[in-house]
């Protein structure tokens, strides 16, 4: 009999709740071929954040499960350049083999491990461990760097912590205010605008992005406001607002005197950023600045939330510190009803970055550097401290030494494309082919996978058992509903495996309970505290907020007594914006913004393969004003050339007025030819290491037909 599962979606920090029901019999396996049919039928569930919605990528998730170009078996590069199926252990032997020559050669650190946001957190875990141990390199870091690490690093120097949303998302149903500062959660998150009716009731939904996207939209009629800055100027804008708080006594100077310390600073900082001064640089109106204010100080319950719009820059932990400064000045952190948060975005998000596979930490939030955190990682781990690598380096820096001399030589990579998402994505390629050897771990032939010496095909998400922590901080189960197909693998077991082979004598379970039970002990005492958490009391559906000490019930909401520095205040950070951050576009020039589509996943590894999506979204467009399009004499579904010195983008062009004349927006799902980071650069925010992915300028030239300049 078929036993529905419940679980949540593949895919993005929502985690929505489905429930999945076998359409065979769950121990069958049967062979992928377009005929067959999903072997699970895909239902909503009632879940706190979601309410029984999913979106499009929800819905279609289950056709990937047979998808015909699933991976059945390893492959390995042969003599003649190809990729061709092996045995496990062939696949395995090798990659073990070859990790022993290359460490032994130049040492540990040549070789490197690169982790996802959307590992469960049992896999991220392992990961850590096994980079530290079994391979003892530093070089481990993830596209979590990409992701969600501006935020967290003015998260961190804010409040001593780093939880996305540090209150349930329902919450925000209460709100009569929320400003969402770059995010367009209608197609990013789409059942999440249900928690903003709220605020659209009372008309005070603001939004604020270069483009009138869907999300913006969502403020017409009355429901609020869009604001529309030239892009990258989000740090000019939140300090003009600070600068009108201050100005005009709107500041909740109760809250800032016991709560926080750092005004003095900070007031200075934006003394000069007068909204005349702000609307130069943005070109949003002094009026609508002083309204914006204004509403914010006396809009009722009131909540600030950030998004990769304006994190995914040079200066995006000034620019998110800028929003956190605001959110406290008007007293908002830790008052029921109101608060600062940011939208992690991968499935994983939020645990994926707990849990050691960043290169300046260990499991529990804990740094790497500090001797008491390593102490206590080592006891769990039964080794010495001085056996675990110090910190390691930034994503970007990793890719950017592999084949150098003293670089990485061999990259094991764990759920990302990153061929496709990574900045300047030419560099990357040249990088990738100047190894020695490239592990990919995936369940399809992504375009990284395409280049790699060895593949190891894996599970999918309803073919295993584990958790995820949503952007709630919410711990959640991850259920296995069928049988995966016969030629793939576990992550945990291929760890576990390679391990072995590589003559680590450390603990690497395969089964993901036991595997939870060690990540609790690993966590327990630090930031990120997992130690009250088991697969049983997830299973009994009761909400675990982190951080859950053992014995605690779990922490809903944070920061309602005190902030997480050890004197219990916050840190009101001054920042200032940094003149030459960014090139400025020249003449004939636009500023290039990147971002995403309802249809299509990242890097488009997983939605791309789903024709219901594809033919939706089938390729990159480059979408204009109509009055920019009249300047470059191009017209509506014109090919177009998008170049700059890194790189050249072919597409189409589509008209639209809801964006501004000095921009032009580029999905980044599409791979080849059509990815948009051949355009972008690697050059990175000085604290986070969070890439310029936003922002980038271009010279676009329409073309006769494809690949011919008119
Ligand atoms: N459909 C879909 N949903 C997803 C994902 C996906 O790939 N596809 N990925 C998931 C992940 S990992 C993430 S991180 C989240 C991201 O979720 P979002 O942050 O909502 O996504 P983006 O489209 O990257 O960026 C949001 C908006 O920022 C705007 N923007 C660009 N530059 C600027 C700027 O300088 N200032 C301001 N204010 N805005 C700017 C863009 O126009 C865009 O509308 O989505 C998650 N959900
Ligand atoms: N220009 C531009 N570039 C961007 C962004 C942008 O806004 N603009 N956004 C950035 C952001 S926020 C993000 S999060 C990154 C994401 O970009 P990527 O890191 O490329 O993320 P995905 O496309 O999700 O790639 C995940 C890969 O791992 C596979 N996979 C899924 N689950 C698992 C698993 O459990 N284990 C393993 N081993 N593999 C798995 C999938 O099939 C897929 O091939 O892109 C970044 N790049
Ligand atoms: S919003 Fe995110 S979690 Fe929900 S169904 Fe869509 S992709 Fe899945
Ligand atoms: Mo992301």
Redesign the pocket.
């Known amino acids: 009999m078929s036993v529905p599962s419940p679980t949540h979606c593949p895919?993005?920090?929502l985690q929505c709740a489905m429930t999945l029901t076998p359409t065979v019999r769950p121990d069958v396996v049967d062979a992928a071929s377009d005929a067959a049919p999903a072997p699970v039928t895909v239902a909503g569930r009632d879940f706190p954040t979601n309410r029984g919605g999913l979106?499009k990528?929800g819905w279609t998730s289950a056709e990937l499960l047979r998808a015909p170009s699933r991976l059945g078996a390893p492959l390995v590069r042969g003599a003649d350049g190809a990729l061709h199926e092996t045995g496990w252990d062939e696949a395995l032997d090798l990659v073990a083999a070859s990790v022993r020559r290359i460490s032994a050669e130049s040492g540990a650190d040549a070789v490197g491990v690169f982790g996802g946001?959307g590992l469960t957190n049992e896999k991220a875990y392992l990961l850590g461990k096994f980079a530290r141990l079994a391979i003892g390199t530093s070089r481990i870091d993830y596209n979590g760097r990409y992701?969600?690490s501006s935020a967290a690093a003015a998260g961190n120097r804010a409040f001593g912590v780093d939880r996305g949303l540090p209150f349930p998302l329902e919450d925000l149903d209460g709100a009569s205010t929320i400003l969402l500062?770059?995010?367009?959660?209608a197609?990013?998150?789409p059942p999440f605008i249900g928690h903003l009716a709220g605020a659209q009731a009372a008309g005070g939904l603001i939004v604020?992005?270069?483009?009138r996207?869907a999300?913006a939209r969502l403020t017409e009629e009355g429901r609020g406001l869009h604001v529309q800055?030239a892009?990258?100027?989000?740090l000019a804008l939140l300090l003009g607002l600070i600068h009108i708080v201050i100005a005009e006594r709107l500041v909740d100077a109760d809250y800032v005197a016991t709560r926080t310390v750092g005004f003095e600073a900070v007031r200075r900082s934006v003394a000069s950023w007068w909204p005349e001064r702000v609307q130069s640089v943005t070109g949003v109106a002094a009026l609508t600045l002083r309204r914006l204010a204004r509403r914010l100080a006396g809009g009722g319950n009131t909540y600030i939330l950030t998004?990769?719009?304006?994190e995914?820059?040079v200066d995006g932990t000034d620019t998110a510190t800028a929003a956190i400064n605001l959110a406290l000045l008007l007293g908002l952190p830790g008052r029921q009803g109101s608060g600062y948060g940011t939208?992690?975005?991968?499935g994983n998000?939020q645990g994926g970055r707990e849990h050691g596979q960043k290169c300046d930490q260990l499991p529990g939030y804990r740094k790497i550097v500090d001797p008491e955190a390593r102490a206590h990682v080592a006891r769990v781990w039964g080794v010495h401290p001085d056996t675990i690598p110090g910190p390691g380096v930034p994503a970007v820096e990793l890719l950017q030494s592999l084949g150098r001399p003293g670089g990485v030589r061999a990259l094991l990579v764990h759920g990302s494309n990153l061929v496709v998402s990574s900045p300047n994505v030419a560099a990357v390629r040249e990088g990738l082919a100047a190894l020695d050897l490239l592990v990919v771990c995936d369940f399809f032939l992504s375009e990284t996978a395409a280049l790699a010496d060895v593949v190891l095909p894996i599970t999918q998400w309803a073919e295993e058992e584990g958790t995820m922590t949503s952007l709630e901080g919410r711990v959640i189960r991850r259920r296995r509903a069928i049988a995966p197909p016969a030629g793939v693998r576990d992550e945990l077991w291929i760890l576990a495996e390679l391990a072995r082979r590589l003559g680590c004598v450390a603990t690497f379970d395969t089964d993901p309970e036991l595997v939870f039970e060690e990540l609790r002990l690993a966590s327990e005492g630090g930031i990120a505290d997992y130690s009250g958490i088991d697969y049983q009391l997830l299973d009994s559906g009761a909400p675990a907020y982190w951080p859950y000490p053992r014995g605690s019930a779990g922490t809903p909401r944070l920061f309602a007594d005190r902030f997480a520095h050890p004197d219990g205040l916050a840190r009101l950070v001054a920042v200032s914006v940094r003149e030459f951050a960014r090139p400025k576009p020249g003449d004939g020039e636009v500023t290039l913004?990147?971002?995403?589509?309802?249809?299509?996943?990242?890097s488009g590894a997983q939605t791309r393969r789903v024709p219901e999506l594809l033919d939706a979204q089938p390729a990159a467009f480059a979408s204009m004003h109509p009055a920019t399009a009249e300047r470059l004499g191009i017209a509506d579904g014109d090919p177009v050339e998008l170049t700059n010195p890194r790189g050249t983008v072919h597409c189409v062009a589509r008209l639209s007025p809801d964006i501004r004349p000095d921009a032009v927006?580029v999905p980044f799902?599409y791979g080849d030819e059509q990815a948009a980071n051949l355009l972008t650069s690697d050059a990175v925010d000085p604290i986070s290491a969070m890439p310029e992915f936003?922002?980038n300028v271009v010279r676009i030239t329409r073309l006769v037909e494809a690949g011919v300049p008119a």
């Open positions: 895919y993005c920090a979106c990528k946001g992701c969600m500062l770059g995010t367009n959660v197609e990013t998150m604020v992005d270069p483009r996207t999300t800055p892009p990258g100027t989000d998004g990769r719009g304006v995914q820059h939208l992690t975005g991968q998000g913004v990147t971002g995403r589509l309802l249809e299509h996943y990242q927006f799902h936003k922002t």
